[in-house]
């Protein structure tokens, strides 16, 4: 969801510790619901690319939050990243989940063509795609979300994310004054191929890579994620 400025609401879980939820590309807060992590909330309801990380700061002052988690979701990664450039003395964890090191121009522009041609043929088949075959989460996606996202999700949201995705990138030197990073990934992710997240968390040095066995490109709605997560 695109919005003139980004929305954050707090969910007091009655946890120690917050973890930011950032939704990625043609996904809203709502793909988070159902996630159970050990964690207090705070969720970007509404997002503004261009003042993302400002406003994600006013929220922490506002919240007194010093220090918090940070997930990024597909292109949300990309967001966190950017967070965690500018503020990284508040990010206590980074973590990332099916990233891409870059999308290319190519593709990208494929992309936008495809949905200025037609949007629901498009994301219906881009929903299918994110998901793999013995997929915990398609069902619950599909009777909860699908729907929406098809009729709902409004292109010019969905051509701004492409443009930002032309312009960003993640390398090691992004995160080199971050302490704790944990990068998540399926491994028949068919949106973000999981070699290209494997060996990018391969060249951060504080990171840590776990691969998830039998998951797509929405990993979280599945048991199996969570599990993981609350493990360490």
Known sequence: MISLRSGFKFFDRGFGKTLVLVPGWATDYRIFSGMELDYNYLLAQEIRLSSFVEDL???????????????????????????????????????????????????????????????????SGFYRDCFSASDEGRLWFAANLLKSYIDDMPIEGLLEGLDYLSTTSIGPKAFSALEKIRIFHGEEDRIAPFEEARGLASELPRARFIGLPKMGHIPFLNSGFCEKFNNG
């Open 57 to 123: 700061n006013k929220v922490l002052e506002q919240c007194h939050l010093e220090k918090v988690s940070l997930l990024g979701y597909s292109l949300g990664g990309f967001l966190a990243k950017d967070f965690a450039v500018s503020f990284p003395k508040k990010i206590y964890e980074l973590i990332l989940v099916s990233i891409r090191k870059n999308y290319g121009a190519n593709e990208l522009d494929g992309v936008r063509r495809k949905l200025e041609k037609n949007k629901r043929a498009f994301l």
